[in-house]
């Protein structure tokens, strides 16, 4: 593993991702919820953050991302964006809020965007949520599509297995693909499926495709943050390269700490007033 650096200090915007794409820099996104992590990531010199609605999972506790409100995800989107300088921010529209129909969807976005200052949402869905990502559009407000393994539609797939590895569903996800390209999306996430899908989804369009267990083809990668950090160390998917163990490095500060306490080694002398 090598470590990166930036002296790109620019902002980085749709606008330059498409750029990336063209020039054959990969992009890097990952997951943040508060503004600790944002601040830390954002330095690192990542091109993408995600407020993901996966902070239904690995903030609440939650077991799928349905129960997220937009008023949390709002909470957690405006924590990011006092952290974030350089990176693009995009928020994840949460289960409820666009698919009853279009002005749901935009007032939403439009909430999104006012209340936290992000740059753009993300959407799951293809042919079926057309008309809100039109009308989103519409707006000014830069839309990023997730197709694939869309969490939100765990109900009805019964399962997190990789999708589209029948003919029918992979067709259907190609088409939605150009159907996002063509009305205006700036970018697509892409989730489990085979990476021969991701690659030939990723050849055929020009805008960037972001996968996530899609496999080396595609124009970047995006990962969960409390996952490819060890912080939620009971899932291991076989996507998910893990850069530390942050749960047993907490853990053993935490116990040295109760440890200190108990002993009445903490605080000293020093660390007294
Ligand atoms: O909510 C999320 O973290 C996501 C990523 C898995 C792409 O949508």
Known sequence: ?????????????TRRLTEMKHRGEKISMLTAYDYSSAKIIDEAGMDVILVGDSASNVMAGNITTLPITLDQMIYHAKSVMKATKRALVVVDLPFGSYQGNSKEALASAIRIMKESHAEAVKMEGGAEIKESVERILSAGIPVMGHLGLTPQSINKFGTYNVRAKEKEEAEK????????????CFAIVIEKVPAKLAKQVAEELTIPIIGIGAGGGVDGQVLVMHDMLGINNGFSPRFLRRYADLSAIMTNAVQNYIADVKSGDFPSPQESY
């Open 1 to 13: 593993m090598s470590t990166y650096t930036t002296d790109d200090n620019r902002k980085v915007t």
């Open 173 to 184: 996800l190609i088409n939605d693909a150009r159907l996002l390209e063509q009305i205006g």
